[in-house]
Each structure stands twice: as structure tokens, then as C-alpha cells.
């Protein structure tokens, strides 16, 4: 006895399809006014089609085999009008379902990607962005291909292939009959390709995402991985990924390989037939010549619209699966969201405050375990220690990056769970290790946090960074393209230019994550110089392993291992001798 199992999982991929098609339309629901022009279009090119056979069929039996030169003449006029009609309505199908459907996906692609922006940083420490590049482009092509025309095809191919129906039992209702013997093979072998190209097809929008994620990290540690001699290992696993992702075609490509010869083989299979019987009929005298005739025309006419609809259903495999791909994305949680009464943040004194805070990235692995500290306005916190100690992680719960698992991290007095992310961190400026500039000019990346300032404030905050003489010494200046992530520039260019970008919004509370890391002596005194500017009645968290760069820190905090061991300024941390004052003496046996 079979097991009911596969049964049930059948049917629940039913439904997940059935489903996904259902919230697919919804985006077809602006358009609902255009849907019934588009169908009066398509069945006029339905109706123009199944019309013809007919008209030919009886110009044989009334008109040819008659010798009436004249209306045999008038029928070829009446058979082009009518092509015609048909070819205009086909026309204007085909343009207005073009601009539907890219208006479709362009509202797709949109919300894919206002999607990916609103998630949080949690869920981009667990994705791959190729495998989002994949999504927003790959998959929504994928969807173009299957339903940018295909779509209008198959409405005009369903419309002909009733028309061909009904003309064909008007005709002759035994001859109609015996025609549509091979519409149940049809379907059945349709749908027996159709379970197996719904497996394959699921493969390949994996392995293209898969294979975009490799293309995507591989380009953008070339230099990287010319450096360590991983050239050749990179090409290898590149050649894997790619070989996976070519069988995975062409296993698609072979189930396509096999479906369509055998709806040819069906299709001659009906030919025959209505030949044969449709034959033997017009020797007895059951039939004209001319219905025979209209009868093969209308064979080849009623498969090719069940061959288009047999390929778009394949391709619509294809297109489900990127689909489904594209609303598990759109699906994905919003887990860190404004509370439904959060108030926007007022203009922020910068008293920061933890209180017996707890974080994990992972529930059951706390990175911070009871954390508190207490910054007054305009003050200079450092934070030191270990690599993974939670010095970064403490930065990340001040911008609400991530919600803290237990405690309350407090702004001047206000839980930041209780205020709007965007009021946050329109007054927080932030540096990072790893700074990043954008594909534009000069000034439009010191102008990213605020890209109507004036070209004088711009300028103004290149001036505090230390950074405006080097800017007007370039060959456009504020208007020099400085390349993809800034790769035309050095480190300490780069990083002084991301210091004017923190400058240009004016933020309350600065945060600066090893902004002195990667930057040569000279570049250093620069970067400092522009920081004591900046930080004057500021409230700054500085994380820094040059421990030199701390010394005026107002508050010392040594992170280990996600607690706050020791705490003081730096005179008072070295007279301690603990582990402050060791790492310091290291930091200056070194020097």
C-alpha cells in the first residue's frame, strides 16, 4: 500500500505554489484597469487566428473547386484583413503587457530592495551578499523571462486554443472529437515534466546565488588573495561552484531536451490521425476536401498553442522557484523595530549610560555580560582590550544596531529602545576601521549623511578633518571621482575623508573604531589633530589598540572577555599596574 506521505507533500507543494502565484497577481492589481484592454486584444488576435482555417477551408469546397476566380479573389482579401486585425491586436498585446510587466518588476526589484535596507544588521551577519545581489537581479530576470511576454502568449494561446476547439466541433463534431483524443497524453506528459523541472529548476536559482555570492567576495579580495598566493585555490573553488551550477543546467535543460519531442510526437501522432479518419471519411463522401483541409490547419494551429503553453509552464518552474526565493527575502523579519509609541529623540546632551547590560548575537553565547559604564556629556571614553572582547559590540548596542538581551542602554536618560532608530542616529557620527567610500565624487561622499549640504559646509568639515588641502590638490577637486570603494585613494586618505563625513552632520555623541589603525605617523598626527578639534564638547567612545592615543581619554574602560575589568583615566590605570598598565608597557617597549 502506498504511504500517504508523499501524498501530503505533493498536495503542501501545491499549495506553497498555488500560494506564491496568488501573492504573485497581487502585484497585477494596480493594473487591473489595463487586464481587460489587454484580453480584448488577445482574443482579437485569437479570434483572427482560428477564423482563417475556416475561410480557407470553405473557399476549397465553395470557391476553388467552383473555378470562381472573383470570389476567390475577395476571400484572399477578406483573409488578409482579417490576418491583419490580427497581427495589430498581437502588436498592441505585446506593448501593453511589456509595460505592465516591467512596471511589475521594477515595483519588485523595489521592494526587494527597500527590504534589504530595513533589515536589520543581525540578518546581514548570517546572508551573503551575493546571494542578495542574486535576488534583486538574477531572480527578478528570471521572473522577466518567464512572464515579460510569456504571459501574453499564453493568454492569446489559451484564447486560440478555445476558439480552435469550438471551430472544430462546429465544423465536424466526430472529426473534433477524435483531434482532442490526444489532449489528456498531452496534459499528462506535460505535468510528468513539470514535477521534474520544478526539483531542477529550485537547484539552479541555488547555485546561482551560490555562484554570484563566490564572483561577488572573490572580486573584492583580489588583492587579497594575490597577496597570499590563493589565486590558483580561488579558481579551483570557483570551477567547483561553476561546475555545480552548469550540471545543475543542464539537468534542467535535459528534461526541456525530452518534453518537447514528445509533443512533437503527439502532435504528429494527432496529424496522422485526422489525416487518416478525415481521409477515409472525404473518399466516402462524409466530408469535403475542404473540411479535411481546415481540419490539418487547425491540428497544427491547436498544438502549437499547447507546445508555447507546455514551454511556458516549464519556464514557469523556473520562475517560481526565483519567486519563492524573492518573497522568502521579502518575508524575512523585521526583528529590531521602532516601538509603536517611540518618540523622536531629542537634541542629545551625550550622558551615556549601561546598566547591568547582557547582548548575545547568539542566545545561549553572551558576548557582554553585565556591562556598565556611565559617559557624561563631552567626555572621551576609550575602550580597550583583546580583539573579541566586546569593545565593538558595545558601540553597536549605542547605535541600536542590536537590542540589548538584558540591562537598558540609556541617552541622556531615555532607554534607546523607546526612540526612533533614525533620531538616534542622525545625531551619532561614526568612524570605522574599515571605512568605506562610495562609487562618486569627492564631495558627495563627504555628503553622505547629508547630501543637500552646501558646498561651504562641506568644505568647512574637509577643513576639521584636515583634509581640504589634499582635496583641492586633486585634478577636479570636490568633484574628483575617487572610484569604486575609493580604491583611487590610500588608507589615510580615505580614512580622513570618512572623519569629514562624521564631521559634516554635527553629531552629539562621535564614535571612532580604530580610525587610527591603518595610517601612517604622519597621516596619524593629522588624523589626531582633527580629532582633539572634534571632540571639544563632544561625547566620543574611541576604541583603539594604540594605547597612545588614549592617553587623554577622560575614562579607560579594559574590556575582557565582554566585562569591563578595569575603568579609570590613564594615569590611574598605569599606577594600578594591572593589566592596563602591562599592556601599556608593552605598547612602549615596543615603540
Same mark, same amino acid.
Given at each position: ?32 484597469l ?10 482579437t ?9 475556416a ?18 479573389l475577395? &476571400?484572399?482579401?477578406? @483573409? ?22 516591467? %512596471?511589475?518588476l521594477?515595483?519588485?526589484r ?8 530595513s ?17 534583486l ?11 515579460g ?19 472544430? &466541433? /462546429?465544423?465536424?463534431?466526430t ?10 497524453? &498531452? ?35 583580489? $588583492? ?21 551550477? $552548469?550540471?545543475a543546467?543542464?539537468?534542467?535543460v ?12 503527439? %502532435? ?6 485526422v489525416?487518416?479518419? =478525415? =481521409? ?8 469535403t ?14 498544438? $502549437? ?8 509552464y ?6 517560481l ?14 526583528t ?19 546598566? #547591568? ?7 545561549? +553565547? @553572551? ?32 547605535? $541600536?544596531?542590536?537590542? !540589548? ?21 542622525r545625531?551619532?557620527?561614526? !568612524?570605522?576601521?574599515?571605512n ?6 569627492? =564631495? ?7 547630501? #543637500? ?8 568639515a ?8 589634499? /582635496? ?20 589615510? +586618505? ?5 572623519i569629514?563625513?562624521?564631521?559634516l ?5 562621535l ?7 591603518s595610517? #601612517? ?26 594605547l ?13 572577555? =565582554? ?9 590611574e ?5 594591572g ?13
Amino acid at each position: 500500500m502506498r504511504s500517504p506521505a508523499p501524498i501530503v507533500a505533493s498536495e503542501q507543494k501545491a499549495n506553497q505554489q498555488l500560494s506564491t502565484l496568488q501573492r504573485f497577481f497581487q502585484y497585477f492589481v494596480p493594473y487591473k484597469l489595463e487586464i481587460p484592454l489587454i484580453i480584448f486584444f488577445v482574443m482579437t488576435g485569437a479570434f483572427s487566428q482560428s477564423l482563417g482555417p475556416a475561410l480557407i477551408g470553405w473557399s476549397i469546397d465553395n470557391l476553388i473547386a467552383k473555378k470562381n476566380f472573383s470570389g476567390l479573389l475577395s &476571400m484572399l482579401g477578406l @483573409l488578409t484583413f482579417v490576418y491583419l486585425i490580427g497581427i495589430q491586436a498581437i502588436r498592441a498585446q505585446i506593448a501593453r503587457v511589456g509595460w505592465m510587466v516591467q %512596471n511589475i518588476l521594477a515595483k519588485m526589484r523595489q521592494d526587494i530592495f527597500t527590504k534589504i535596507q530595513s533589515l536589520p544588521i543581525s540578518f546581514f551577519d548570517q546572508s551573503e551578499a551575493g546571494d542578495l545581489m542574486s535576488r534583486l537581479l538574477n531572480d527578478v530576470s528570471t521572473v522577466n523571462q518567464a512572464f515579460g511576454q510569456t504571459i501574453a502568449q499564453m493568454l492569446g494561446n489559451l484564447f486560440s486554443l478555445l476558439g480552435i476547439v469550438i471551430a472544430m &466541433m /462546429i465544423i465536424n463534431p466526430t472529426l473534433g472529437l477524435l483531434s482532442n483524443l490526444i489532449v489528456p497524453l &498531452m496534459i499528462l506528459t506535460t505535468s510528468f515534466f513539470a514535477r521534474l523541472a520544478r526539483t531542477k529548476f529550485r537547484v539552479t536559482r541555488q547555485t546561482i546565488g551560490d555562484l554570484s555570492t563566490k564572483i561577488e567576495e572573490d572580486i573584492g579580495s583580489v $588583492r587579497e588573495a594575490q597577496a597570499f598566493n590563493r589565486v590558483q585555490l580561488n579558481i579551483e573553488e570557483f570551477a567547483t561552484i561553476n561546475a555545480a551550477n $552548469r550540471d545543475a543546467n543542464v539537468q534542467a535543460v535535459a528534461i526541456t531536451a525530452a518534453f518537447l519531442p514528445s509533443i512533437d510526437f503527439l %502532435n504528429t501522432l494527432a496529424t496522422g490521425l485526422v489525416l487518416a479518419y =478525415g =481521409g477515409y471519411m472525404a473518399v466516402n463522401g462524409s466530408v469535403t476536401v475542404g473540411t479535411v483541409t481546415a481540419f490539418l490547419l487547425y491540428v497544427q494551429q491547436f498544438f $502549437r498553442p499547447i507546445q508555447i503553453l507546455s514551454q511556458f509552464y516549464t519556464q514557469a518552474q523556473s520562475a517560481l522557484a526565483a519567486i519563492e526565493r524573492i518573497f522568502l527575502l521579502l518575508d524575512e523579519p523585521v526583528t529590531l523595530q521602532d516601538a509603536v509609541n517611540a518618540q523622536t529623540m531629542p537634541s542629545i546632551q551625550g550622558r551615556v549610560e549601561f546598566v #547591568d547590560v547582557t547582548f548575545g548575537y547568539k542566545p545561549d +553565547q @553572551l558576548v557582554l555580560k553585565g556591562v556598565n559604564l556611565h559617559a557624561q556629556p563631552g567626555q572621551m571614553i576609550a575602550l580597550v582590550g583583546a580583539t573579541g572582547a566586546g569593545k565593538s559590540t558595545i558601540i553597536n548596542l549605542i547605535l $541600536r544596531f542590536y537590542d !540589548v538581551s538584558g540591562g537598558v542602554v540609556k541617552i541622556d536618560g531615555l532607554d534607546i529602545r523607546n526612540v526612533t532608530q533614525a533620531s538616534l542616529r542622525r545625531q551619532i557620527g561614526i !568612524v570605522l576601521q574599515d571605512n568605506i567610500l562610495f562609487t562618486g565624487t569627492v =564631495g558627495e561622499n563627504i555628503a553622505f549623511g547629508i547630501p #543637500d549640504a552646501s558646498q561651504a559646509d562641506i568644505e568647512a568639515a574637509a577643513q576639521v578633518a584636515n583634509v581640504h588641502e589634499f /582635496i583641492t590638490s586633486l585634478p577636479q577637486g570636490y568633484a574628483t571621482l575617487v572610484g569604486e570603494r575609493g580604491v583611487s585613494l590610500s588608507q589615510g +586618505q580615505r580614512q580622513l575623508i570618512s572623519i569629514a563625513r562624521a564631521v559634516l552632520v554635527n553629531p552629539r555623541i562621535l564614535i571612532l573604531d580604530e580610525a587610527t589603525s591603518s595610517i #601612517d605617523t604622519r597621516t596619524e598626527a593629522m588624523v589626531q589633530e582633527a580629532i582633539a578639534r572634534i571632540l571639544k564638547n563632544r561625547t566620543s567612545f574611541v576604541i583603539a589598540h594604540r594605547l597612545s592615543t588614549v592617553t587623554q581619554a577622560d575614562q579607560v574602560l579594559v574590556v575582557q572577555q =565582554g566585562e569591563i575589568i578595569e575603568q579609570g583615566t590613564h594615569q590611574e590605570l598605569v599606577a594600578r599596574s594591572g593589566i592596563y598598565a602591562n599592556l601599556y608597557a608593552l605598547q612602549l617597549g615596543a615603540t
